[in-house]
Every structure is written in C-alpha cells, then in structure tokens.
Nanobody, 117 residues
Framework: EVQLQASGGGLVQAGGSLRLSCAVS????????MSWIRQAPGKGPEWVSS????????SYADSVKGRFTISRDNAKNMLYLQMNRLKPDDTAVYYC??????????RGQGTQVTVSS
C-alpha cells in the first residue's frame, strides 16, 4: 500500500517559518520525482515545488520562489519543504505527491498550514 503522509504544519505568524515533512512508503522512493502541492479553502490544488528522483534538480512556483526549499532524503524515504518568510496567502493544506510539475499525481494525506497576519 502506497502511503504519503505529510506532517509539520501549524499556525505561524506572517514572516515565520515551518518545515514540512512527508514520510513515503510502499514505493521505491528514489525512482520518483516528488512534489509538494497545496490547496486553499475554496480553491483547486496548486503546484508548489518539485524535486527530481536523485534530488539534483528542483523547481518552484513563482509565488514561493526564494522563500521555500524542497529537499529529500532517499535513504529515509522522506521529502521536505522548508518554508520561510511565510505570508497569509500561503495558508492551505499542503500535500506531497508523486511526479513533478503539473504532472503530479497520487497526493497523500495533507497537513494544515495557517499563516496569521
């Protein structure tokens, strides 16, 4: 059974930081590019960032570029998202998913991030 479980969300003031983690099981993790996506209330899913299977290539949505950093630890089957200088517009449920860019699929269970102004 494939499981992608995000954690690390919470309530933070604007300008603060959070580090999200995603524990992945049931797949050969280092065969897959991985992504973070988010979904705000009343809106559709939004791609946030992707990382290649080996971790050597990353990409970001313009809205988070320079503030968020994606990384992975293939030895631990873990995906991370370091989020700095958070803004209220970053408020959403964050999910990890297989695949890269707008070709992501199979998102897992999310974690709520709330940024207060």
């Amino acid at each position: 059974e494939v499981q992608l479980q995000a954690s690390g969300g919470g309530l933070v003031q604007a300008g603060g930081s959070l580090r999200l983690s995603c524990a992945v099981s049931g797949i050969t993790f280092d065969d897959y590019a991985m992504s973070w996506i988010r979904q705000a209330p009343g809106k559709g899913p939004e791609w946030v960032s992707s990382i290649s299977s080996g971790g050597g290539s990353t990409s970001y949505a313009d809205s988070v570029k320079g503030r968020f950093t994606i990384s992975r630890d293939n030895a631990k089957n873990m995906l991370y998202l370091q989020m700095n200088r958070l803004k209220p517009d970053d408020t959403a449920v964050y999910y990890c998913a297989k695949g890269g860019g707008n070709s992501w699929y199979d998102r897992g269970q999310g974690t709520q991030v709330t940024v207060s102004s």
